[in-house]
């Protein structure tokens, strides 16, 4: 996630428990029989596939169109137009750089891995589009500048998966996504009092991170 100034600074499981299962899906965790070892990181859950697939699918489409998918769907701050409400969502799908693009698909991958098989690929997809959204209008509150990249998105998924990664639901990886987490909540808190990261979307993230936490309880139980 980055907040540009300027138009031109764009281009710089564990085991399956019956207390796993979400509210709303009618089956969670893994099936009888499965192994207990996590599977290859590359063997990402179809929904968490589809949306880094996606991802980079519209980066290389906008490199060739030369930024034209960009100055459509990048979030310029809220108006009363449905152009802005849309990219209060779209602005997710824009990249400033393949650096930018590759460290948040690395992100989700980590986290699509643990929690789509426990919340399912519709909800996961939701937090995304719910913690851009939400980290957008906590943007435009204390920051300003144009917006871009899914950051906030993958915030979201940091607050969800955070609470259970503390109560050991997602195995080997539970200490990986409490040091990410914690480390993706202390660069952006810093960030919102220092001059430090100058660019990033700070209070964009923060947004996407607590609306994530707030869900936490009704998806991972």
């Known amino acids: ?7 031109g600074d764009r ?12 509210p709303f899906r009618r089956n969670g965790g893994r099936q009888p029989g499965h192994s207990s070892s996590p599977p290859p990181a590359i063997n990402l859950p179809p929904a968490t596939k589809v949306v880094a697939l996606v991802l980079v699918v519209i980066h290389v489409l906008d490199w060739i ?9 990048v979030f310029t701050g809220l108006r009363f137009s449905l152009h802005s409400l849309i ?16 460290m948040n698909i690395v992100s989700l991958a980590i986290l699509g891995k643990v929690l789509e098989p426990r919340i ?14 939400v980290g957008a209008i906590v943007h435009t509150l204390i920051s300003s500048g144009y917006l871009i990249g899914i950051s906030a998105g993958v915030g979201a998924l940091y607050g969800v998966a955070l609470p259970g990664a503390k109560t050991g639901r997602f195995g080997p990886y539970d200490r990986l996504i409490i040091l990410l987490s914690i480390l993706f909540v202390a660069v952006s808190v810093l960030g919102l009092m220092l001059p430090i990261l100058p660019g990033v979307a700070h209070a964009a993230h923060l947004g996407g991170f607590l609306a994530g936490l707030f869900m936490s309880h009704r998806l991972i139980r």
């Open 87 to 102: 990219t209060l969502f779209t602005y997710a799908l824009i990249h400033a750089n393949p650096g930018h693009l590759v």
């Open 65 to 73: 169109s030369g930024g034209a998918i960009a100055r459509y769907c």
């Open 11 to 22: 281009r710089q499981q564990g085991g399956g428990r019956p207390d796993n299962v979400t």
């Open 120 to 133: 399912g690929a519709r909800w996961l997809v939701i937090m995304l589009a719910m913690g851009s959204g």
């Open 1 to 7: 996630m980055q907040a540009m100034s300027g138009w």
